[in-house]
């Protein structure tokens, strides 16, 4: 569950590249000892520039580099992703909140939410949140892609994509690839109480699912969740698609290159895309990398800076850029629109004295709190046991109610007791405890996710300067459908912690606890503790048309009024999958280097994948 606090040598400004990652000459061949320039990109034109080093432009920057005619730079504001805390599962924790490898954002103060702000976390280094995430692997269902209602995006178009991205270590399986570069396998953790989990859901009426990505049946049922792992190692889209390119003459990668505008020119016959302004260090120089002739600019932000950045560019909505001083270059409303993620909240019980041991913390730490030699020596010759797995690798897939046509919640099981119902302040209580010469106490907990949510927030300015974060408006609940996912999966996850065999290792129910016993007791706890399950999309939405609220064209991912500029990273989702959203981001990445390339166009297929 966690390797331990974190302890991080802060330099003097964030976002500024450590000494130790400087650049080198080998072989007449400009390569770096850890694959990454600490340094401005110089005075060379490139053919793309990607903005971001994250999950899709990792994917970009391998595939058009790839024939070393393209010159391709990669623009990232953090260090590179080759931190042990990455590496390792069980890491993930760490991250959360990271001083140099997080972007440290919260939402704007939520009423709704009993005036709260809501800590989203946001991976920054090369791979981003691909590298800080919980690993898991689900592409939803097809009737997500279906219901996006875009042509050449249904589930048959996109099927084919997540398949070729796929390298899944137990095939090649129906609806599973083996030749691609997106790794994937089952979890190599296992926990007696994974199987007991299993029982008490299928006494509940829960069906077994073996395949939770396999689209010739239903979403629903408990089972494992795939996971984005390499032999127990996470494999996030730095280490499988931009480490293996990286001696490639034609590939540049600056890391602490935050980027500040994407320089657009407005002429006679429209806007152009120029290059992008960047910047080493929030109050240094500012540099401008420079796109060749028909060169294009490649947002890879994510959903929070990529419209962030474009509004900076003058590209949203008038009214706002106009408020800011912001010369308008592409008057598009949908910019930082339709702001979707998974709102997620926890059920957690302690466990009964004489079964406290079989918790996954209890296999990683002792009395005390420090980790177990045992554990490390499994993972370092095994790359096995409770270090190889982010905690969460088990679950379900549920239908809160009857009149649904596919499940809207996401059950994560984790065989350990949540300190805290914030997933983030379970790890600061659990400092407090190491401190103290405290054990972690053992337990379960069900993390509840809302993952086909219906609310909408909204990216905004607070300012024109670009280290100012932007206004993030998460709006939870605007929509009432996703309270009552989470209300009716508190209630379910309580009906499966009741069941045996399950219910003879708990003792108390922590979290919400016993008084929460009405729905508007649940209600009320949902409200104060409900966090992001960091699956941030579409608020740069593809479509036919900006008339519709749409940003970039679905045909080619460029963004409408302006030549030179594409998005192409989560932000372009129209609807929120029912699934981990990195799969997603993947295969548009994959679609978009292909169409660059040449070697495929986005077009329409004949009909959606029977299911």
Partial sequence: MMLGPKTVTRGATKGAAPRSMAARRVGGARRLSVRAAAGPAGSEKFDYVLVGGGTASCVLANKLSADGNKKVLVLEAGPTGDAMEVAVP????????????????????????VAREIYLARGRMLGGSSGSNATLYHRGSAADYDAWGLEGWSSKDVLDWFVKAECYADGPKPYHGTGGSMNTEQPRYENVLHDEFFKA???????????????????????????????????????????????????????????????????????????VEYAMQ?????????????????????????????????????ATLKEHGIDVVSDLSGVGQNLQDHPAAVLAARAKPEFEKLSVTSEVYDDKCNIKLGAVAQYLFQR?????????????????????????LQMRFVPG???????????IVFGELKKQGRAWPGGITLQLLAIRAKSKGSIGLKAADPFINPAININYFSDPADLATLVN????????AAQEPLKKY???????????????????YIRRTVHS??????????????????????????VFGVEGLRVVDASVLPRIPGGQTGAATVMVAERAAALLRGQATIAPSRQPVAV
Avoid at 292 to 314: D, I, K, N, Q, Y
Avoid at 489 to 494: D, T, Y
């Fill in 90 to 113: 069980a890491g993930i924790t760490r991250l959360f909140a990271h001083p140099v490898m997080d972007w440290g954002m919260s939402s704007l103060t939520q009423k709704q939410l």
């Fill in 489 to 496: 999966a508190v209630k379910m996850a309580r009906k499966i």
């Fill in 282 to 318: 929030q109050f240094g120089d500012r540099f401008t990398a420079e796109l060749a002739p028909g060169g294009e600019v490649l947002m890879c932000s994510g959903a929070v800076h990529t419209p962030h950045l474009l509004m900076l560019s003058g590209v949203g909505p008038a």
């Fill in 384 to 408: 096995r046991g409770p270090l190889a797995t982010t905690g969460c690798d088990h679950g379900a897939f549920v239908r809160t109610s009857s009149s649904l046509s596919q499940p809207d």
């Fill in 533 to 558: 399950g960091n699956a941030l999309v579409g608020t740069a939405a593809m479509g036919a048309s900006p008339a519709a609220g749409a940003v970039v064209s679905s045909a080619d991912l460029k």
């Fill in 201 to 275: 859901a299928a006494a509940t009426g829960l069906p077994a699912n073996p395949d939770f990505n396999d689209w010739s049946h239903p979403q629903d049922g408990f089972g494992e969740f795939q996971v984005s792992q390499k032999k127990g190692q996470r494999a996030d889209t730095y280490r499988t698609y931009l480490k293996p390119a990286m001696a490639r003459g034609n590939l540049k990668v600056v890391i602490g290159a935050r980027a500040t505008k994407v320089n657009i020119e407005k002429g006679s016959s429209g806007a152009r895309t120029t290059g």
């Fill in 417 to 427: 007791c949540a300190l805290d119902p914030d997933g983030v302040k379970s790890y």
């Fill in 506 to 524: 708990l003792q108390e129910e922590t979290f919400p606890g016993e008084r929460a016993s009405s729905d508007k007791d649940l209600e009320e």
